[in-house]
T-cell receptor, first 114, second 116 residues
Framework: DTAVSQTPKYLVTQMGNDKSIKCEQN?????MYWYKQDSKKFLKIMFS???????INETVPNRFSPKSPDKAHLNLHINSLELGDSAVYFC?????????????FGEGSWLTVV | AQKITQTQPGMFVQEKEAVTLDCTYD???????LFWYKQPSSGEMIFLIY??????QNATEGRYSLNFQKARKSANLVISASQLGDSAMYFC?????????????FGQGTRLTINP
């Protein structure tokens, strides 16, 4: 009963392809995120959705498009993959309304573009 | 802009010793939150401990405690009686809130190695 689950865990694909990473949380949280961890282990936010509404969109290429069909799901679609997109992508969730503070992360999706 | 600094890229500690991982932060916000996460070699991000800026007492969770010194803007993680399983990357992060949105800003991380 993983709290934040993302699939696939590993993805190897060729440049130019389009791929998606799916994320689901069963914590009842109202907010979900995508973070990117680069080869130097630095973590940075990409997107945040609150109740299916995009509320944070950091400086991310248009090739990255998040989609939130409902509060419990936030998928990341990447078009025309480039070598520099190789990274670990983490989904996360938290509850903004109320007293909850903790942001919980999924196990990460290792994307390798060749 | 907020900034988190972890000045120790790597640390080596003997098993059963206590270890302190440093974290300093910079913010003009009055209300903020500080987090520590552990990332073992398997890659997942594990939440360890949280400290709110208005919390008067230092947070503790089992062997983890957060040494919060607000005036010095530091939020060091203390691990007591270290174990081999504590070997991992450790990230300090600050929660930033803007117009109903929140995000974590992370430090560079510290790689902790526990020696037997």
């Amino acid at each position: 009963d993983t709290a934040v689950s993302q699939t696939p865990k590993y993805l190897v694909t060729q440049m130019g392809n389009d791929k998606s990473i799916k994320c689901e949380q069963n914590l009842g949280h109202d907010t979900m995120y995508w973070y990117k961890q680069d080869s130097k282990k630095f973590l940075k936010i990409m997107f945040s959705y609150n109740n299916k509404e995009l509320i944070i969109n950091e400086t991310v290429p248009n090739r990255f498009s998040p989609k939130s069909p409902d509060k419990a799901h936030l998928n990341l679609h990447i078009n025309s993959l480039e070598l520099g997109d190789s990274a670990v992508y983490f989904c996360a969730s938290s509850q903004i309304q109320g007293t909850g503070n903790t942001i919980y992360f999924g196990e990460g999706s290792w994307l390798t573009v060749v | 802009a907020q900034k988190i600094t972890q000045t120790q890229p790597g640390m080596f500690v003997q098993e059963k010793e206590a270890v302190t991982l440093d974290c300093t932060y910079d913010t003009s916000d009055q209300s903020y939150g500080l987090f520590w996460y552990k990332q073992p070699s398997s890659g997942e991000m594990i939440f360890l401990i949280y400290q709110g800026s208005y919390d008067e007492q230092n947070a503790t969770e089992g062997r983890y405690s957060l040494n919060f010194q607000k005036a010095r803007k530091s939020a060091n993680l203390v691990i007591s009686a270290s174990q081999l399983g504590d070997s991992a990357m450790y990230f300090c992060a600050m929660r930033e809130r803007r117009r109903g949105a929140q995000k974590l800003v992370f430090g560079q991380g510290t790689r902790l190695t526990i020696n037997p």
